[in-house]
């Protein structure tokens, strides 16, 4: 099956450890996406990556760092410098930048206590 | 989300019945305009997208048109069924000096009573 596979589905971690969240396609997109969804809003974009070894920050990327050595695959790692990391983890990818259409995967809910 | 605000924030209709949902958005240079449907605890889902120009897209049920004058779109559901309930997101294009991003509304409730 085509698709984007995000593991694990629930995460959890003490305040002040890093974790990395898991994001792999094998639907030959060149981009990738992580948002941020908080509860009741809108998801928000934390970095994306238009082809390998190249990311960008989005809206959010403040205590968030990304890879991108793969073309499959595209980790995010939460730090502790992130405020408020208890949140829906989404990863999503594209054909390439210009082609819009975003596919998202099943999510990572991070609960950090 | 910035600068672009969906109506209403939930909604309830009778199984058989329509749905429209209505998403406001402020850059005029905006040329795609998707929905996605988001069911509880996974990933949203791309159900229907338009550019801007076209007024109108119809996928069986479903259907979006677009209002570039007045800068919004809207979402329309034709008899509803209980598998539609899901939470709805409108999320177009906007233009920013660090390149084009889909910004998504603050999402509908959408419930299709039995």
């Known amino acids: 099956d085509g698709g984007i596979t995000q593991s694990p589905k629930y995460l959890f971690r003490k305040e002040g450890q890093n974790v990395t969240l898991s994001c792999e396609q094998n639907?030959?997109?060149?981009?990738m996406y992580w948002y941020r969804q908080d509860p009741g809003q809108g998801l928000r974009l934390i970095y994306y990556?238009?082809?390998?070894?190249?990311?960008q920050k989005g809206d959010i990327a403040e205590g968030y760092s990304v890879s991108r050595e793969k073309k499959e695959s595209f980790p995010l790692t939460v730090t502790s410098a992130q405020k408020n990391p208890t949140a829906f983890y989404l990863c999503?990818?594209?054909?390439?930048?210009?082609?819009?259409?975003?596919?998202f995967g099943p999510g990572t809910r991070l609960t950090v206590t | 989300g910035e600068n672009v605000e969906q109506h209403p924030s939930t909604l309830s209709v009778q199984e058989g019945d329509s749905a429209v949902i209505k998403c406001t958005y402020s850059?005029?240079?905006?040329?795609?305009f998707p929905w996605y449907k988001q069911e509880l605890g996974k990933g949203p889902q791309l159900i229907i997208d338009?550019?801007?120009?076209?007024g109108e897209k119809k996928d069986q049920r479903i259907a979006v048109t677009l209002n570039k004058t007045a800068k919004h779109f809207s979402l329309h559901i034709t008899e509803t069924q209980p598998e539609d309930s899901a939470v709805y997101f409108c999320?177009?294009?906007?233009?920013?000096?660090?390149?084009?991003?889909?910004?998504f509304g603050t999402g509908t409730r959408l419930a299709v009573r039995p």
């Open positions: 639907l030959n997109h060149d981009a």
């Open positions: 999320a177009p294009d906007l233009k920013k000096s660090s390149g084009d991003k889909l910004t």
């Open positions: 338009i550019r801007s120009n076209v």
């Open positions: 850059d005029s240079a905006s040329n795609y």
């Open positions: 990556s238009q082809i390998v070894n190249d990311f």
């Open positions: 999503a990818s594209s054909f390439n930048r210009a082609s819009r259409e975003q596919y």
